[in-house]
C-alpha cells in the first residue's frame, strides 16, 4: 500500500501546474467553498478526488480547472473556465 501511495503520488504532481478538464461532481462534504470533480482518469467512488476552488459550478459542469496540489490520491485545482451548460446525467 505504501508503494502503490508513493506512485499515486508521483502521477498526481506529474500534473501540476496543467489544464485539465473536470467534471464538477457537486460540494464538498469536508470543506465549505470547495466543490469536489473528477478527472478522465478519475473512476467515480474508486479513485480519488479534484478539490475545486473558484467559481461555483452546477454537477455535472465540466471545467477547465489548473491543478496546484498533488496529494496521496487527491488533486486540488482552481477552475480557470466554465462550461456554459450541466452535462446531462446519462454522460456522467
Known sequence: MAAQ??????????WLGSLQGVVVDGPSPDFPDVQCGRTARHAPE???????????????????ARILEAFEHDLTAEIVETAEEPWPAAHR
Do not use: M, N, Q, S
Not at 9 to 14: F, L
Not at 46 to 58: F, I, Q, S
Open 5 to 14: 501511495a508513493r506512485i499515486a503520488e508521483a502521477k498526481g504532481r506529474a
Open 46 to 64: 474508486v479513485d480519488g478526488t479534484v478539490y475545486l476552488r473558484g467559481p461555483k459550478a452546477a454537477p455535472g459542469t465540466l471545467v477547465r
